[in-house]
């Protein structure tokens, strides 16, 4: 997840600097979104079947 927030903050230093069109950075930006949308969700998956398992026993 820290890798997402360091690629974030890359995009946006590029944007701000004009080193990046502001479209491309968020376009980018809004995948980066998607991804740790996703890797929040499979880790969620895993503590919740980590809990079931526990209440199993």
Do not use: F, P
């Amino acid at each position: 997840m820290v890798d997402l927030q360091n690629e974030l903050a890359r995009l946006y230093r590029a944007a701000k600097a004009g080193d990046m069109a502001v479209a491309d950075a968020s376009r980018l930006a809004n995948i980066l979104q998607i991804l740790a949308r996703l890797i929040e969700g499979a880790d969620l998956e895993k503590r919740i079947a980590a809990l079931e398992q526990h209440a199993d026993r």
